[in-house]
């Protein structure tokens, strides 16, 4: 077992005086990027959706980058030439726009990313999912990427909308789920709206038909192969937005949930034999308390209630609640969305990206969540609805309870914005966690956390050995500070098109040490670390 | 998306306001009413009864202006204007009701209903509570007060309340339904799978009691009464979704000028749903394409007669009159569609 101290962080202050803050933070750090969502009088569907955003050390220098993913000009439209942007951390709270030098040249109509080393070479590449084929980057190691899409045989024609690596059939490679959306093409744009009245708008997901998500796994020499319908995934296909890889049953190896639009969500038990089941209505995760479909955008799994288990969350429309679903084991799940705090204050609001995180240090999982209409003239159609609304932040109360506190820790949070990707990651290395928002048709902004470091944090960096899966993505790591025990696991996706770093964050409250901290590698293999301090990195090496 | 936010609202809002009807009684306060205010009144009400909520809120307006403190003119504002998705105006309405008659129930329950659809359930409590202490056995409070103490994990009272509800009103499903959901989270799982079972016989189609059957099934290991649940549930679902696909399928062929197809759809369709206006107005447009006008017009009036909402009809409508000879006729289609100013959030597929 090797363990490196690898940063320590500015120390708490003696009390938690103020209250964790976020504060936007995005041009000062040199952050330009403007999102172009190239809406057109014809409401082309693709149109309303918009854009998630990763964290990545590229360039390994322990500091995150950014990579904000694009629309631009809808296809055939003639407009300004957009595409995703690259921006490298430089340290000091700044960023520097490397989009040209890195060699990233990725100007299709754009929806989400996912970070992962698919080699296992050490550093991290990147995947772009796109209205048309998709566009899969390897990292050369130099600062530079190359397009290698057609070689590793990834290029998923379909609309696609979110990813996420994780080494499902646990052989020691990082494997990638790709959610597809709906059968809309340019060429078969349907009208809808109240065309008598000549307001026109974009069409509800109904109108087309849902399409499959590819699974690809990694064949270990730089290629991939859509082993979707063998390992399993042939239930009628999804509308999919969102989606995550966790150990939902804590039997070692990664479930898969998708969070679909207008039809039920999935949930996918991973038996461990390279295939996938299909454990979504007894898992009570497909819809809405009565049983409803719900029109799913954002995902995420986490603790909520602290009992070891990963709870999830999904975001919905306006008129639906946000959904918290309670994982009571064994596959099995209770719906907590109302009684929880979480559902209520959604109700009129569009969610898409959200995250399950710790943002003030306190011991427990807070959740973000960003908001936004779909259709940009809701106002003529509904005047109790606007097309920009604002995010919120969900501080836990304990006991499986949260309450939204947004507009109390930053004015963002008072703000209205058409919300879509959301990541998250300790940029500044500060010892708490800031967020990056890729806003529709909107600047980007970079949220600091300032004060979240108030009290005692944690951070561990996970090291797989061997060639595959270097970030361990799939890791769990229990911390045991104060008496109180809190599991993470590395992921990757979540959010609405999105990435969080790596590093797993807890927060340790009062506590200046930790008394003990369990990981379990991807590989099942353990290790066990006996009392740590207190504001550190720990880089943890798998034996 | 649109259309899932237009069919959960309507859930949320039935839900809460199905212990009464949720159209308020319309009153007709134009006896007492000076002239020209009762003129405004029954204009905006025959607005309403068109669902024309934005006309009759302009309508119930100006009534509002001639008779100031008329209880039920503003309450027949504050309600339209709740119609229109007019939030805030509604709730100024309400509340400026219960400043010149402070006992009053129906704008308290307004302002729950407001502050319900804001998400704000604290604020509803609170409405709802306050028409209890005034009329303890007011059945819309009773069962939303229920329901919201439920959505608040608060279980016990939300028993204690639905229990009160279903004494007064045994015959009122959706009541039984969420006693159900509320005794399971209290364990009492014979109770709640009665309750349950209550809300599935008083409406078989209950998709979501089957649900929560199922999943209270499966949750105790009964594995065949489980399937047995799912298998209802599933096809409930399926068939929900089948019918949204055959519209889809419908409109596609319509879109792809395959009108003759999109007819046949259509037909399908309305044997399933034989009162849906939509269905009909789809099959109206068909005939409208296929040159063949008496049936279409046949099919606009129809359509019209099943659902008194649908502008699209009472456009169409209006071309066909003129094109048939009937200015007249079409002088008053194109007054109703010009009328119709709630736009629907969501897809008119056409």
């Avoid at chain 1, 609405?496 to 506590?511: I, K, Q, T, V, W």
């Avoid at chain 2, 309405?93 to 319900?116: H, I």
């Avoid at chain 2, 059957?213 to 594995?223: E, H, P, S």
Wanted: proline share 4%.
């Amino acid at each position: 077992m090797a363990i490196l101290a690898l940063i320590c962080g500015a120390p708490p202050c003696a009390a938690a005086a103020d209250p964790a803050t976020f504060v936007e933070v995005g041009e000062a750090a040199g952050i330009q990027f403007v999102h172009i969502g190239g809406h057109t009088a014809e409401k082309y569907m693709i149109e309303t959706l918009g854009s998630g955003v990763c964290f990545l050390d590229y360039d390994g220098d322990g500091l995150q980058d950014l990579y904000f993913v694009q629309s631009g000009t809808v296809p055939g439209r003639q407009g300004p030439k957009a595409g995703d942007a690259l921006y490298r951390n430089i340290g000091g709270g700044r960023f520097a726009d490397v989009t040209a030098a890195a060699g990233i040249a990725e100007f299709g109509y754009s929806m989400g990313c996912a970070a992962g080393d698919i080699e296992g070479d050490g550093d991290v590449d990147i995947y772009v999912t796109n209205f048309g084929p998709d566009v899969l980057f390897r990292n050369n190691g130099d600062g530079t990427f190359t397009d290698v899409t057609q070689a590793a045989g990834t290029s998923n024609p379909l609309w696609s909308s979110s990813a996420a690596f994780a080494d499902y059939d646990a052989d020691g490679d990082l494997d990638l789920y790709v959610a597809n959306y709906v059968d809309f093409a340019m060429d078969n744009n349907k009208m809808c709206g109240d065309l008598p009245r000549r307001i026109r708008t974009y069409c509800h997901p109904d109108a087309y038909e849902g399409v499959p998500d590819a699974l690809y796994r990694n064949q270990g020499d730089g290629t991939f192969r859509d082993v979707a319908a063998e390992a399993g995934l042939t239930r009628r296909y999804g509308k999919g937005l969102g989606v995550v890889w966790s150990d939902l049953d804590l039997d070692g190896d990664l479930d898969l949930y998708i969070a679909n639009d207008s039809v039920p969500n999935a949930l996918y038990r991973n038996e461990g034999n390279g295939k996938l089941l299909d454990v979504t209505l007894a898992s009570n995760t497909c819809c809405s308390e009565d049983g409803r479909p719900q029109a799913g955008m954002g995902v995420d799994a986490g603790d909520i209630d602290g009992d070891g288990r990963f709870d999830l969350i999904v975001t919905n429309l306006s008129g639906e609640p946000n959904e918290l679903y309670r994982n009571l084991g064994g596959m099995r799940f209770e719906i907590i969305s109302f009684p929880s705090g979480f559902a209520a204050v959604s109700l009129p609001f569009v969610g898409f990206g959200a995250n399950i995180f710790e943002f003030d240090n306190d011991g427990d999982q807070d959740i973000m969540v960003v908001n936004g209409h779909i259709i940009d003239n809701i106002a003529l159609l509904n005047d109790a609805s606007t097309y920009e609304q604002r995010a919120f932040l969900f501080e836990n109360l304990g006991g499986g309870r949260v309450r939204e506190v947004g507009r109390e820790r930053g004015a963002y949070f008072s703000g209205v914005f058409v919300g879509r990707g959301l990541a998250l990651a300790d940029l500044d290395l500060d010892g708490d966690l800031d967020a990056a928002i890729n806003n529709h048709d909107q600047r980007a902004r970079l949220l600091r956390n300032d004060g979240g470091n108030a009290r005692h944090w944690l951070r561990l960096q996970l090291r797989g050995h061997g060639a595959g899966n270097r970030d361990a993505i799939g890791g769990l790591a229990a911390v045991t500070a104060g008496g109180r025990r809190q599991v993470d696991e590395v992921r990757s996706g979540t959010s609405y098109g999105s990435e969080n770093e790596r590093a797993l964050h807890f927060g340790l409250g009062d506590a200046g040490s930790a008394e003990q901290i369990e990981i379990r590698w991807p590989s099942g293999a353990r290790t066990r670390v006996e009392g740590a301090a207190a504001d550190q990195i720990l880089v943890i090496f798998e034996p | 998306m649109v259309a899932a936010a237009v069919a959960a609202a309507c859930l949320a809002v039935s839900a809460v306001g199905s212990a009464r009807a949720e159209e308020p009684a319309v009153a007709t306060p134009q006896a007492r009413l000076p002239p020209e205010a009762a003129r405004w009144v029954q204009e905006g009400i025959d607005h309403y009864r068109q669902g024309r909520y934005p006309k009759a809120a302009q309508a119930f307006e100006k009534a509002r202006q001639l008779a100031p403190k008329d209880p039920e003119v503003s309450d027949l504002l504050a309600t339209s204007l709740l119609h229109a998705n007019r939030h805030a105006a509604a709730r100024q309405e309400f509340e400026r009701r219960l400043g010149f008659d402070p006992e009053a129930l129906s704008p308290r329950l307004g302002l729950a209903r407001v502050a319900v659809r804001d998400g704000d359930f604290e604020l509803a409590e609170g409405f709802y509570r306050e028409v209890l202490e005034r009329a303890p056995t007011d059945l819309t409070a009773l069962y939303n007060l229920g329901w919201l103490r439920y959505r608040d994990g608060a279980y016990e009272q939300a028993r204690d309340l639905l229990q009160r509800m279903v004494a007064l009103a045994p015959d009122h499903a959706p009541a039984h339904y969420t006693l159900g959901l509320t005794l399971d989270r209290l364990g009492d799982i014979g109770a709640a799978e009665r309750e349950l079972k209550r809300a599935v016989a008083l409406e078989p189609d209950n998709v979501r009691a089957h649900y929560n059957l199922m999943n209270l099934y499966v949750r105790a290991g009964r594995d065949a009464d489980a399937a047995h649940e799912r298998e209802i549930y599933q096809g409930l679902a399926d068939r929900f979704a089948a019918d949204r696909a055959a519209e889809g399928t419908a409109r596609d062929r319509f879109l792809a000028g395959d009108y003759a197809g999109a007819l046949q759809e259509y037909d399908r369709l309305l044997l399933l749903h034989p009162q849906s206006g939509r269905f009909e107005l789809g099959r109206g447009l068909c005939f409208l394409k296929m040159d063949r006008d008496r049936e279409a017009l046949a099919s606009m009036e129809k359509a019209l007669s099943m659902d008194s909402r649908l502008p699209d009809a009472y456009f169409h409508l209006a071309a066909l009159y003129q094109r048939l000879g009937q200015p007249e006729k079409a002088r008053t289609a194109r007054e109703r569609y010009e009328d119709l100013e709630t736009i629907r959030e969501g897809k008119s597929g056409f």
